[in-house]
């Protein structure tokens, strides 16, 4: 369905392609963290020739990475770090708008955390300042709870130990996950 919208596509892909410590190789991707191979299977073998001028490497203390290019800086991050910098959304033409409200987005994206999944915002701006950023796409990442989980988690519970989760994910996330395990 987004392949019909030339321009909007290739910035969706060539963002997410850049930013990411992962790679496509043999049908499987390879390398980077958890979030990066979920986005390179996603993207497959798409490439670009956009030449990297700098890059700032996902740390969960930051919540986000960037990649800068001749033209642009691309971000990917922590929905509730990057909402209220956003003043332009990517329209499918490739075209820009200026967004005067943001309510809606924040429902979407509410939606998704309050069902379990992990939201990423993946927009760009003019320099490595999170300001005046254009949206470009959300990023939704479900993760699946391995089959063994429950039984280790019973396990661990009958011993007496007090479970405690750490995560860096939204809290209504995490919440979610939690309440999936009872």
Same mark, same amino acid.
């Given at each position: &369905?987004?392949?019909?919208? =030339?321009?909007?596509?290739?910035?969706?892909?060539t963002s997410l392609f850049l930013n990411s410590e992962s790679n496509y190789i043999n049908g499987k991707a390879i390398d980077g963290n958890t979030t990066?191979?979920?986005?390179? !299977? /996603?993207?497959k073998?798409? =490439?670009? *020739?956009? #030449?990297?001028? =700098? !890059? #700032?490497? /996902?740390s969960s203390e930051d919540k986000y990475s960037y990649v800068k290019t001749s033209n642009k800086v691309y971000f990917k991050g922590a929905s509730e770090l990057f909402l209220?910098?956003?003043? #332009?959304?990517? *329209?499918?033409?490739g075209s820009e708008k200026v967004i005067y409200n943001l309510e809606y987005l924040e429902k979407i994206i509410n939606k998704y955390t309050d069902n379990g999944y992990r939201v990423l915002l *993946?927009?760009?701006? &003019? *320099?490595?300042?999170? =300001?005046?950023?254009? /949206?470009?796409?959300?990023?939704?990442?479900?993760?699946?709870? !391995?089959?063994e989980t429950p039984d280790a988690l019973k396990t661990i519970k009958s011993a007496g130990v007090n479970i405690v989760m750490i995560t860096g994910d939204a809290k209504k996330t995490a919440i979610n996950v939690a309440n999936s395990l009872n």
């Open positions: &369905e987004i392949k019909k919208y =030339n321009s909007f596509y290739d910035i969706v892909y990066d191979k979920a986005i390179t !299977r /996603f993207i073998d798409y =490439n670009s *020739n956009i #030449k990297i001028i =700098n !890059r #700032k490497a /996902f209220k910098h956003i003043s #332009k959304v990517l *329209n499918t033409d *993946n927009c760009y701006g &003019e *320099n490595e300042k999170l =300001n005046s950023l254009t /949206f470009i796409c959300l990023i939704v990442i479900e993760d699946t709870i !391995r089959k």
